[in-house]
T-cell receptor, first 111, second 112 residues
Framework: TQLLEQSPQFLSIQEGENLTVYCNSS?????LQWYRQEPGEGPVLLVT?????EVKKLKRLTFQFGDARKDSSLHITAAQPGDTGLYLC???????????FGTGTRLTVIP | EAQVTQNPRYLITVTGKKLTVTCSQN?????MSWYRQDPGLGLRQIYY???????DKGDVPEGYKVSRKEKRNFPLILESPSPNQTSLYFC???????????FGPGTRLTVL
């Protein structure tokens, strides 16, 4: 079973601060997805990264895939209360036929 | 509206009383799966289905059954629920197991 460790597990910050959350594994992934889950709802896809070293931006969110395709990070600039939620990474291992989800980072942005 | 629906959204039951959680999608997706979500453990896959009549075990299948008689429906069956199956359950569908997964709203199950 592949393991995707996310850190930190919990993060509480003030509105306007910057933050970075991490998704790490000892396995190589052919692609990696980031999801956000809001209370009472299912996860919703934010982005997919597929190339080592790839950087994708989604407004104030910046996603990076590690050069070795074993890790990824999500950086949020000037966090807002609407960013509050559980952030999950999910990886597709080389040759795998299913995604494997990380443990999640629960972010709270305080107004 | 493209969506995955689950019912019920909330369920409290007792040990040993068989229950079924329904899942339906209207996106004509071939791939469907069930996950359970527990604090600190993330999403763990219970069962998945590549297509009609094709199902397979995920990482935590013990105590669960599924069926895929129609493309749009993928019910999760707990024949004899136990307290350790208390969890938040999500159904998901996709055109491919490695592509974007579309999740239902979740079913919060409590087994007393």
């Amino acid at each position: 079973t592949q393991l995707l460790e996310q850190s930190p597990q919990f993060l509480s910050i003030q509105e306007g601060e910057n933050l970075t959350v991490y998704c790490n594994s000892s396995s190589v992934f052919s692609s990696l997805q980031w999801y956000r889950q809001e209370p009472g709802e299912g996860p919703v896809l934010l982005v997919t990264v597929v190339t080592g070293g790839e950087v994708k931006k989604l407004k104030r969110l910046t996603f990076q895939f590690g050069d070795a395709r074993k890790d990824s990070s999500l950086h949020i600039t000037a966090a807002q209360p609407g960013d509050t939620g559980l952030y999950l990474c999910a990886g597709a291992g080389t040759g795998a036929n299913n995604l494997f989800f990380g443990t999640g980072t629960r972010l709270t942005v305080i107004p | 509206e493209a969506q995955v629906t689950q019912n019920p959204r909330y369920l409290i039951t007792v040990t040993g009383k068989k229950l079924t959680v329904t899942c339906s999608q209207n996106m004509n997706h071939e791939y469907m799966s069930w996950y359970r979500q527990d604090p600190g453990l993330g999403l763990r896959q219970i069962y998945y289905s590549m297509n009609v009549e094709v199902t397979d075990k995920g990482d935590v299948p013990e105590g669960y059954k599924v069926s895929r008689k129609e493309k749009r429906n993928f019910p999760l069956i707990l024949e004899s629920p136990s307290p350790n199956q208390t969890s938040l359950y999500f159904c998901a569908s996709s055109s491919n197991p490695l592509y974007e997964q579309f999740f239902g709203p979740g079913t919060r199950l409590t087994v007393l």
